[in-house]
Every structure is written in structure tokens, then in C-alpha cells.
């Protein structure tokens, strides 16, 4: 067969070519001329010489993208590899055979039309991504380009007109199918028996059957060798050793709680008992797998501390180990390794979902990781989460606990691997201040958390989701409401307040892990009742691999564990009741005035009519910051105690700590306020109240001690991400596939930075920048956002943003006015001027937006017509309307110009009850304000913040909603959990006008909740001393919530009782 690009014998009825590539093994089989051009470039991609910017291909280990493939994809220059044939006699076009014994490297005129091409396929894909455009839409599109767009003969050669061409283009620049698994879960043949294939034609261990269950796995290696081929992505990926003095060998040092303020990842516990992954100055011993497991498919590893504790270690050589798993010996020699900063930890999730509209038909899940080496602002978007797999869901065994192992096995091995063996990478980026360069690297990885919904993580890690011990970090056992109920509830909450449940441990749940998995049916319900594990989790394997804790780095995200669970069932049950007016409730809601930024996304509406519709961000902001004022008076008051303490922990969780990070003291008060719910609305609405996911809110603060502020690892971001996956055009028939390889074309366009972080100019030009910096003004919110990023010393004081019409766009100040902006500036501004200097036509603008602590925000964004704290009269905090929003430009007495900012307020006053004294909101500590005649020019530096003013029924006064406040108003900063009391405790008791009293229990009544007491008072003779003495032998009755704590100290002689603790 003559080897030749132009061909029309009758193999084919077009004009065609005889491809002889070794890649995709054609053997002269006649393929289109353009298909011919992709197949001899991939069979060439071996031989490039590549200069520093060229991509980097390997045939055996799959196709990579290097550091700057995107650079040159835009160049008008490519070096081109063409195969020719020294002994042809003509150089005529039409003569083009080739003769592979013969080659050597040319610069063909070829290349630019292949920059070109590719330019143009990557440049497409991003809209077909965004339109959600099937392949044949995509195909139909490159054909019509072929035949009425494109003129040129050499061109239309080789321009793809199909997907597989394609897909020739995309492996260029690191494109790489996902890999096609092959599952076998015959529940009839073998339960709880499951095998995976890579190749059609393998046949199931156990049965004998192919796998009928597709899997399509988009393994963790490729991405890694994508991240570091891109500089934007070394750097991100540094962000955690760029803070290393917040973790780095922290706990070794004895900060057992970790950095004081909480906001990254890194700031807690657990990053820092991984230093030594991190540091490359010492060395640490590897684990091993079993050799004999191994060739048994099956991964058991054997960890660190079993080879250090095996005979001979100590001399260096090899050693004898004794399988846990299969029990053989073999022999070992320990290896070791250093750490290194490039090392990734990874967030991981799974979570299921319906890709249709229609519920009950087919379910699919996702199994997908984020990197938590990178700062959360960068990291908590949807395009920063990377897919792992998708599993269809539909087709695996129902009530069979390991239906997730087969999709998990492919993830656990690629962890394996690369912690053992590591993996190798192209290290594009020099960073000389961290002492990082570029070149070959061989980089680990390791999963640090999994996150996700109570039901997911059970799932995963194989616990009980309900049932008589259902939570992971404590032997709680629960309770039945009626015999023979298969729910249980696990009350006792004030108890266990002051008795905790105990703990559970790794080493301790392994074996009953082990017992649930060997067991089936009856005997696999005893265990699973008794233990609370449905079986051993695949995640066990990390825990021989580097120490994962299955029980402990499984948390709960809060999107679920507040919004979606607690706030959820709290607003049910209210719709239940029959004594509440829901008219007035939805009167309310209908008036709240959400701030533009509140609106910007979802929102709640319809508290009757709509509340199933609505999701955790309807939730979360209906409970803060709406909720207070909408449902005070409105229910009754026992639910409204028990409701505010949720409002308190969604506060603390969405607003204030997210925004400030989370201290010591905010952590132990969140503690406090969920043990406090869990009694309240145990002792107010039953046993019935209290769920699982209301017991696992106590275990919040030992998830941010350990992994830092919630929104490390709640899952708005990764949930969010599922609207791309079925917003893709699909035939309904096997979505997974199709699911799979969009999101690795949309990863490999990402890393090109044709996503998110396109090619794109400047916001500002230089010049742009400069004049904005003087003039603190802009004409879009965005690139408001872009000067403070680049100027933030020159914006400080906040920029001018938009500007109003011709006609109202000046506005002339009064004299008094004049004044008072004159003196600030000469004594604020530091600008020395005359008064007379000063015009009195200023420039309107429509908002001004206040840098935040951080250039990357958060800011304040304030419109003219919105309400504001400002910080005024010695720092107090006073609240206004703003009326107008001025620029003025003054000169010096150097004639030097300068422009200030200055809102023109009208502010409110603090209303006044009957007798006097400040008014607050009914049932809240919320200010009641009226409008004042006073109308002030106050300085932009003294914008604080935004506030909400609600308004007051039947007044013109309004309740001030101070929702973006640093910290919690002073009557939510003390909670006291309720106290459990005993005979002979000596407690503090508070009485009234929060006058607190020293006495002894001498009595305890639980069906009335109240206890005898003894008051006891400082002894006259030493005041000062601690030294208490009875009052008198008479006993008092108080309430048990009178109780506030209970306090230490000693008997001495004489009756008298020495206090050791504080008293307040």
C-alpha cells in the first residue's frame, strides 16, 4: 500500500490517506486526510526537540502539559516535526510519502497553520463547555467551518471534523481520557462480594462474569502533572508554606490548640501533625505493601511503625515482616525519604445527586478533591474542585454498605502509589524566597479530610446512620421512643453535659470495623447494632499509610450540619403547630429589606408557601440575619429560646468568625451554645428532638481545633459544582462517561487558562491605575475591587464608585458644611489649606467601596440611600442613612491637588421607652433607632460598615440588624450550659438583676427540676480570703437553670469552705 497523503482508491469514496502510525496501530487502514495529519503528529510527539515552552510527551505514562504550553499556543511561531524522505526525487506538494527509516527534523511553513488550529479548537471548547453543546453540535460546528469558512486547501487538511481528531489536539497539550474501569456487584452470585476490571474482556473472580458497571476514573496522577506544569498553580499550591509559621511543628512545641486565630486550613491541629511531610531537611521512614496481598489485588499496607518495630531494624538492614492482612512473611529493606513543601493535601467529598429533573429514576454521585495546600479564597470556588469519578449510582446493589468500595479502590491505590513510590513531575515555577526551583521533582500526596453530609460520610466510612449508636466520635446509645420502633434518639443531654460519653479510638472501632465486615445477615446486624460500623471503610488503608483517622478527618460540613439540618427541622415543626399566626410571620418577611449583596444570590420568600423549595442559603439567611425580628412575638416563647441559639451558632459560623477567624474563646462559646440547644430543645420538645445531626453540632469544635474555620471544609462550593456537570447537553444514556470527559477537557482548559482565568487585559491599563489611585474614583464595582488589589495603601480610606448623571452629578454644600469638611481635613487629612480655597460644588457619586482588612476583601460596598456604621465622636458607633456621597478636590498650600471622600449622613438616635431607659426590640437585644434631624459630612475613613434597619410595626422607629458586625454584641458573648446538679455540689446560683450567690445542694428533685440550697457567704473575719461559711440551716428552692456552674474548693475546719475557682 503506497504511503501517501492523497489517495482515491476504493477503500474510500472521498479523496483520503493510508495512515501506518504505530500510536493508534492503523496499519495502512484509509482515514480522512486530517485524521492522517493528527495521527502522524502523535506518532511523532516522541521525537520533538522541545525548547523550554513546548510540551513535554511521554507514550507510555500519557500525555502532559508543560509550564507555558499556553504561551505558546497564542505564538505566531511553532516548531514542527515532519517526517520526509532524503531519496524523493521533486519537492512538489502532491509528492508527500514518507519513509520512517529515513527521518530527521525540518521547519515546515505547516506550522503556523497547526498553531492556528489548535488556537482556534481551545479557544471553541470553552463555549461548547458554557453552552453545554453535545459532541455531534460540536462536530456539526467543525464541519461547517471546514467547508464555508475555511479557504485554504492546507488548512482545510488538517482541520478536525470530528471528536476524535479532537481529541488528537487536546492530547497536545495534556489531554487524557479518563481511564474505563469494568465492575462486577452481582448481589445474586456474591453479596457484599464486589471485583473491577480494566478491560472488557476480564472476567469477575467471583462469578466469572464481566463487569457490567462502568467506571470512569479521572485519576489524581495527570492532574498533578497539569497543576505543576502551570506557574499560577506552583504558586497557589505555596500559599500553606507561605504561613508556615502559623503550623510548622506547632504541636511539637505545645500549641495543642493550634494558631490562635482560625481562618486557613493550616491553622489547626492537623496540618501541623504533618509537618514532617512538608519538611525536606529530615528523613522519614516509608511504609511498604504486602507483596503477597498485592499479587492478590489487593492493597495492604503495611505502615512505618510495624517496620520500626520489626527485628534488625535498628542495624539498617533488611527486615522480616509478618502480613496483618494475609499473615505470610517476606522481607523488607526500610526505605526513607524527605518531606517537601510541594507535597499536596487534598480535601475529598462525596456527595449523590439526581442529574434529571424527574426524582426516583436514575442517581448518580461524584467522588471528587480539592488541594488544601491552597488559601480558601482561591480554593472554595467550583472551578477548584477536580472530579475523581462519577458513580452511577442507579446500577449498584441497594442496602449493600460497600456499594462505594469498588469506586473508592482506584482513588485509595493512586494514594497509595504516590506516598510510597511518589510521583514525578515537571516543576515549571522558581520561587528563590521559598528556596524552591524548577525542574524534575518527584512530589507525594495524601488525603487530609474528608468532608461531607451526614448520610455521605456514613457512606463512606461505613457507619450507621441512625440506629443505637450512630454517632462516630462517641459511645452515645440511644434510646427508643416506643418499643419496637426502629428509631432511636439520643437524649440525656444535661447529663452528659457534666458526664461526657466516652471517646472512641482508631485502635479500638478497627476490630469491631473488621467483625462488621466478615459477618453477613443476621449476625452482621448484631455487630453493626452493637458498634455502630457497617463494615471497614477502604479509608482504613490510609490509616496504615500515614495515620488517617476514619473516625476524627470524617467531619460533618456545616452547610448541612446547621442550614440543612437543625434550622430545617426547627421551622417544620413550627409549620406544624396550630396556635401560631403564619400571616403575620410572612407579613414580615415580605418587608425585610435585603441589602443588594444579601439579593444577589438565593434568598428566602414565602415562609408558608415556599419553604420546600428553599435551600441552605434560604436557610442560612432567614436565621441570620433575618429571623430575629421576624419570628420574635410571633411564636411562642420557649421555641424562640431554643431558636435563638441556633441564630447565635449560623452568626457565628456565616458572619462574624468567618469574617474575623475563630478564637479560643469563640470556639469553647460555640461549644457551649450547642450543648445549651441540645438541652433546651430536649427538655422543650421531647426525646423526639434530639437526632443524630443535632448531637453531631457538639462535635463542631473539635473539627475546627483540628481543621480550623468551617469554611474549610463545608461544601457550598463543591455541591454548587454539580449544576455544571448536568447542565452539559447528554442523550440521557450513559451520562457518567459523558460527565467524565467533560471534566477533563474543562481541567485541561483551566490549566491553559482559557477558563476562569482567561486571557484577558488589564482592567486597568497603567495610566488607568494611576489616575484612579489620585482620584479615588472608578466606574465599575470591578474595577474597584482591581485598584484595591494593586493600591490598597492609596485606597484605604475607600473609592468613589460610579457617578451620577450630568445633571445631578455636582451638588452644592452648605457654608456649615463647608466648615466642618474643611476642619477634618486640616486636622484628619493632614492638608494644609484655606478655608476659602475650599469650592462649595462637589462631586456626587452613586457608592463608595471600603477596603477590608485584606486586599482580596472582604469590602464594604455602600449606595447612596443604604444605612452605615460609622465609627464617630471618641470611636463610638453610630448609625446613618447615607444621603449623598461627595468628592471633593482641594489644593495645599504647595498647590498640590487632593481628593476626599465624604458621606453625607443622616443619622439615627437610640429610642426610649416609658420609663426612660434605651428600647429594644421585643424579646431581642436588638436597638430600636428613630431618624434624627442631624445630617453630618463624616470622613469615608470612618465607614465602618453596612447595617439593616427593619421597620417597627406601628412606629417610625426601626430595629437595628447590625449583621456584618466583627464580633457578637456583648449579651451573646456569655453562655451557660445547663447544669446537671447533685447532692453536695457547691454551685453559683444567680438570682435576680444577675446577682450571683455561693450555696451547697442538699437536695436535688428531677421530676420538678429544682434543688434545696444552702447560701453561703463570705466569712466577715477574713473578707477577701475565699473563706465561706453558711448562712443559716434553712433551705431555698431554686429552678435548675438558676444554676450557672459548679465550683471547686476545699472543706476547713469550723464549717468554714475555702473557694479555689473564680467565683464570676
Known sequence: MPRTTSCRCNERSYLHAHCFCSIYGCEGKAVSRSTYHHHQKADQQPLLTQSENETHFN??????????????????????????????????????????????FVQTDKQNWDTKVVDAILNALPMKQSQGDSIKSFEDWLRWAKDFVITDQELKDIWPTSWTETEDILRRVGYESPKHYYICMNDDEHHREWDIMEHPSDKCRYCGQPGDIDYYYLGLTQKIKRWFSNKEMCSNMLDH??????????????????????????????????????????????????????DCQINTVISAEMIAACDGFDNGSSVKIICHQCRKIFTHIPTFTKGDPRNIVYIAHWDGFTPFETTGGHSTGVLDVKIGNIAKRKRNHTDQVYVVGFVPSSKTPDDTPGFLDPFLTPLINEIVEGFINGIEVNYSADFPDLNIESGTVVVRHLIMLWTGDHPGQCEVAKFKRTGKKACRRCHICGKQAEEGSPHYYYG?????????????????????????????GAAWKRISKESGFTGLSKLTVLYYLYGFDVLHDTVIDLMHGLPMNPVKKHLQRLL????????EIESR?????????????????????????????????????????ILSGAIPDEDFLCWKLLVQMIQMVFSCCRNTGWTYEDIELFGKVAWRHNIISEETFGLAACVITEHNLLHVTEDIYRFSAPDNFWVFDLERAVKR??????????????????????????????????????????????????????????QGNYLILHALPNTINGIAVGSCSKKSGFHNITQQQQEDVWEDVTHNESIQ???????????????????????????????????????????????????????????????????????????YQQAINDSGLQKYYQGTESKCLHLSASIKMINSACLLRKVILYPAQDSHEYILIDFEAPKLPTHKQFVAVPFYPERNDMVVVQGENDEEWLGRIISVQKDEKKVGVHFFKEHPRWVGSKKYIKESSIAHYVDWDCITKKVNGSWLTNGLWQLNDTFN
Open 241 to 294: 508554606w507561605r504561613e508556615k509559621e502559623h503550623w510548622y511543628y506547632s504541636c511539637a512545641r505545645g500549641e495543642t490548640r493550634g494558631w490562635p486565630i482560625k481562618k486557613e486550613l493550616w491553622d489547626g491541629t492537623r496540618f501541623s501533625e504533618y509537618s514532617w511531610f512538608f519538611d525536606a531537611t529530615k528523613r522519614y521512614l516509608l511504609p511498604t505493601l504486602c507483596p503477597y496481598c498485592k
Open 589 to 629: 418577611l415580605s418587608i425585610f429589606p435585603w441589602t443588594p449583596e444579601l439579593k444577589a444570590s438565593r434568598y428566602p420568600t414565602g415562609f408558608t408557601s415556599r419553604l420546600g423549595y428553599w435551600k441552605a442559603e434560604d436557610y442560612q439567611k432567614f436565621a441570620f440575619p433575618a429571623s430575629e425580628v
Open 576 to 583: 406544624q403547630r396550630k396556635d401560631i399566626n403564619f400571616a
Open 492 to 520: 440525656g443531654c444535661r447529663y452528659h453535659a457534666r458526664y461526657k460519653w466516652p471517646r472512641r479510638t482508631m485502635e479500638e472501632s478497627l476490630h469491631h470495623m473488621k467483625e462488621a465486615e466478615e459477618e453477613t
Open 833 to 907: 489649606f484655606e478655608i476659602s480655597k475650599l469650592s462649595n460644588i462637589t462631586k456626587s457619586c452613586k457608592s463608595i467601596l471600603k477596603p477590608g482588612k485584606e486586599p482580596i476583601g472582604p469590602h464594604v460596598h455602600c449606595r447612596v440611600g443604604e444605612n452605615a456604621m460609622f465609627s464617630l465622636d471618641g470611636n463610638q458607633e453610630k448609625v446613618g442613612r447615607i444621603n449623598r456621597i461627595h468628592s471633593i478636590t482641594v489644593k495645599d498650600v504647595n498647590e498640590r491637588e487632593h481628593v476626599v471622600l465624604y458621606l453625607e449622613a443622616q443619622l
Open 59 to 104: 507514550s507510555e505514562n500519557e500525555s502532559t502539559a508543560d509550564t507555558s504550553i499556553s504561551a505558546s499556543i497564542g505564538d505566531d511561531v511553532e516548531w514542527e516535526v515532519d517526517y520526509v524522505n532524503t531519496n524523493r526525487e521533486n519537492d512538489q506538494e502532491s509528492d508527500t510519502s514518507l519513509d520512517v527509516s529515513c527521518d530527521r
Open 725 to 782: 456537570y448536568v447542565n452539559q447537553s447528554t442523550n440521557h444514556k450513559n451520562i457518567e462517561k459523558t460527565y467524565s470527559n467533560n471534566e477533563v477537557r474543562r481541567e485541561v482548559l483551566q490549566n491553559l487558562h482559557i477558563g476562569r482565568h482567561a486571557k484577558d487585559s488589564p482592567i486597568l491599563t497603567e495610566d488607568e491605575l494611576e489616575t484612579a489611585k489620585w482620584a479615588k474614583q472608578v466606574s465599575s464595582l470591578k
